[in-house]
């Protein structure tokens, strides 16, 4: 399991109240249903609608898994439109090229942390990642 689903959602949680009310919102991961829930559980996540594509091809039909079976972070947004469901958008920068310092910053804009930091003098830095879990609150 990548760990970008286990701090990815950390912003989202607060969001989602608000984003459901215009859309469907999920978030998928490829992990036993069980262990999602129990990850949730841990961080306190409440407002997220968990799904598992653990048994299921939606992660290598929605370039979310590589050929090896390795997971990518990917964001898709689907349409529903009178003929039907539609894939509508999925985060390409995934991949390009990465700037020096900088990788996955296609689902930049839905994580509130990352644009944070771009309002500060320095910035995102190059050797900083969010942890699974920190000592104690802030």
């Not at 991949?95 to 930049?108: F, N």
């Amino acid at each position: 399991m990548a760990a970008l689903w286990r701090t990815l959602p950390l912003g989202l949680n607060g969001t989602a109240p608000h984003a459901v009310q215009r859309v469907n919102f999920a978030v998928v991961a490829r992990s036993p249903i069980e262990r999602i829930r129990g990850v949730a559980r841990e961080r306190g996540w409440q407002n997220l609608r968990l799904l598992s594509s653990a048994n299921n091809g939606y992660n290598t039909a929605y370039r979310a898994e590589d050929a090896a079976g390795n997971q990518l972070p990917a964001l898709n947004v689907f349409v529903r439109r009178p003929d039907g469901i539609h894939h509508f958008y999925n985060t390409e920068l995934l991949y390009a090229p990465p700037e020096p310092g900088q990788d996955g910053r296609h689902v930049d804009l839905i994580w509130p942390l990352w644009n944070l930091f771009d309002y500060t003098p320095e910035g995102r830095g190059t050797d900083w990642r969010p942890r699974l879990a920190y000592d104690s609150a802030v």
